[in-house]
């Protein structure tokens, strides 16, 4: 079992950076893959992105290539995910996950944070 806390979302202006944490909790966390998802309103649940704990291996959505940065501290057992250059179309309540391979696909996941939203003002 494994369990997972957000935080650090809020409300920013385009243009703004923001640092989302998912703090995670439980036995064999560093066998994970940790994820990244976000929901908009009305929309699919959609991958953003996602890093393993032992080597440290990236996996980014082409929508947020180059903008956002997906790292973690194993000491902490925290994952990060720094946003910059936010614009409208990155509001949403963003998840963490985890589970024991990368997918692309939400269903895929096994474990769930409770989401932090993420607002972006024009």
């Known amino acids: 079992q494994v369990q997972l806390v957000e935080s650090g979302g809020g409300l920013v202006q385009a243009g703004d950076s923001l640092r989302l944490a998912c703090a995670a909790s439980?036995?064999?966390?560093?066998?994970?893959?940790m994820g990244w998802f976000r929901q908009a309103p009305g929309k699919e649940r959609e991958f953003v992105a996602a890093?393993?704990?032992?080597?440290?291996?990236?996996n980014y959505a082409v929508s947020v290539k180059g903008r956002f940065t997906i790292s973690r501290d194993n000491a902490k057992n925290t994952v990060y995910l720094q946003m910059n250059s936010l614009n409208p179309e990155d509001a949403a309540v963003y998840y963490c996950?985890?589970?024991?391979?990368?997918?692309?696909?939400?269903?895929?996941?096994?474990?769930w944070g409770q989401g932090t939203h993420v607002t972006v003002s024009s």
């Open positions: 996950a985890a589970d024991r391979t990368l997918h692309l696909s939400s269903r895929e996941w096994s474990y």
């Open positions: 439980g036995r064999s966390v560093s066998s994970y893959v």
């Open positions: 890093i393993t704990w032992r080597f440290g291996i990236t």
